[in-house]
Structure formats: structure tokens, C-alpha cells
């Protein structure tokens, strides 16, 4: 389905976030990146790896770098939310595709919302 597209995945919780990783992978993804949005571990700069899609923790949004969010909108970058939030709102702007799915959330869901915001 990403067909080779590379991925940048940020998610505080390091358990969700390999779980991510192994289904993007599992969905041909190209080269994945994860970060988390805090400590140490610095985000890497999404110009630097051709992105095709981010997956991006609502609650980490918050903690994410304003450049590295105007980047993705900016570059029209598809985009997944995720949320532990019950009232699930649309984060991005009209500009961006994207899509928001609730935590915890299966292979399907995610599968899903990334047809969804590749098109």
C-alpha cells in the first residue's frame, strides 16, 4: 500500500511506536523513521528523508517542533493523527491530508486511515 513511500512516526510511548514501525513496514513502507517528541532523542528534519507520510501522536503534536509541523502542511505531506482523546476533531489543515484514529487501535484502523490520506 506505501509502496516504498518513507515514513516518520512520532510517539512518545516506545511500545507503540515499534508497533507502528512493523506495521508500516508491513504495509511496504520504504525507509521508517521513529522519534520520540521528548527527552533527548532529537526529530529528525523531514527534507532529509523524502517523506511520504508521518504518523504523528496528537498528545506529542504539542511537543513537535512548530518547523517540523509547517514543513507537513507546507509540503501537503499525508498525515495520520492518533489520539487516546473519546471526541476524535481533525488536527491538520484542509491543506493536509489527513486522517485521526483513536488509541488503542488494530492494523485495520491504521491501514485504513493510511488509504485514506494517500488517496
Known sequence: MLNGRNVLIVEDNALISLELESMALDLNAGTVVSA?????N????????????????????AKVSARLYDY??????????LTTESIIENAASARNPSATISK??????????????IG
Open 36 to 40: 520520540r517528541s521528548g527527552g533527548d
Open 72 to 81: 507537513l502542511l507546507h509540503n501537503r505531506i499525508p498525515t495520520v493523527f
Open 104 to 117: 488503542p487501535f488494530s492494523t485495520e484502523d491504521l491501514t485504513t486511515a493510511v488509504a485514506i490520506v
Open 42 to 61: 532529537k526529530l529528525p528534519f523531514p527534507d532529509q528523508l523524502s517523506l511520504g507520510l508521518a504518523i504523528l501522536d496528537l498528545r506529542s503534536l
